[in-house]
């Protein structure tokens, strides 16, 4: 079966502090992947996404930045954390063939507070 | 744009009762609607996913259908139990989107009182 994993779970940075933040899937290979953001109050906002090694789509600008240096393994990262940087971010994985074709599934989150 | 709307917002119920969750979308030409059910602090879990040619998915007591020529689906949850208290989202991807890139409703809050 397949499993998708975020670290850390929670993280409180200061302003102007740089982050990584980590995600890897088990079971299955060439995922698509997502970064998404929920902010307070606010609903999910895609990120990145990326549909194989090296290839990173971003949706909207901001001062965060992906990468996807193997397989099964996203990355998201800023050199600069801002205030407006604090939220729940959701890594996912969209599903291939069969009855899970095109169905995405989220990690555990990672909660961050920039002070 | 394709826009996704829930509502209601937030819903409390009495534990027993039958409840449904709407949520509509603005470009009819989707892909697929998932349904997602979000815990405080924690990541999505996957309800049920409905692909574009089906007009409903079942898994237990979770019934969702579509009708996407007027951009509508609904969440039938039935007997419903304090343990399904939690946020449900919904969440659309469009045919021409390579990939597969999802877009959420703002989510209902339910809670089911004892």
């Known amino acids: 079966s397949q499993t998708i994993h975020q670290w850390p779970a929670t993280l409180v940075q200061p302003v102007g502090s740089p982050l990584s933040l980590e995600c890897t899937v088990e079971?299955?290979?060439?995922?698509?992947l997502y970064w998404y953001r929920q902010a307070a109050g606010r609903g999910l906002q895609l990120l990145f996404y990326?549909?194989?090694?090296?290839?990173i789509s971003s949706e909207v600008p901001q001062n965060l930045s992906a990468s996807r240096p193997q397989d099964r393994q996203f990355i998201l990262s800023s050199k600069k954390l801002l205030l407006s940087d604090s939220g729940f971010y959701l890594c996912?994985?969209?599903?291939?063939?069969?009855?899970?074709?095109?169905?995405?599934?989220f990690g555990p989150g990672t909660r961050l507070t920039v002070l | 744009k394709q826009e996704v709307t829930q509502i209601p917002a937030a819903l409390s119920v009495p534990e027993g009762e039958n409840l449904v969750l709407n949520c509509s979308f603005t470009?009819?030409?989707?892909?697929?609607l998932q349904w997602f059910r979000q815990d405080p602090g924690k990541g999505l879990t996957s309800l049920l996913l409905?692909?574009?040619?089906?007009r409903e998915q079942t898994s237990g007591r979770l019934n969702a259908s579509l009708d996407k020529s007027s951009g509508r689906s609904t969440l039938y949850i039935a007997a419903s139990q304090p343990g399904d208290s939690a946020t449900y989202l919904c969440?659309?991807?469009?045919?021409?989107?390579?990939?597969?890139?999802?877009?959420f409703g703002g989510g209902t809050r339910l809670m089911v009182k004892p």
């Open positions: 996912a994985w969209r599903g291939l063939g069969g009855r899970a074709r095109n169905e995405q599934f």
């Open positions: 079971g299955t290979s060439n995922p698509n």
């Open positions: 990326s549909v194989g090694i090296g290839q």
């Open positions: 470009d009819s030409a989707i892909y697929n």
């Open positions: 409905i692909q574009s040619s089906q």
């Open positions: 969440a659309v991807s469009l045919v021409n989107n390579a990939g597969n890139m999802l877009t």
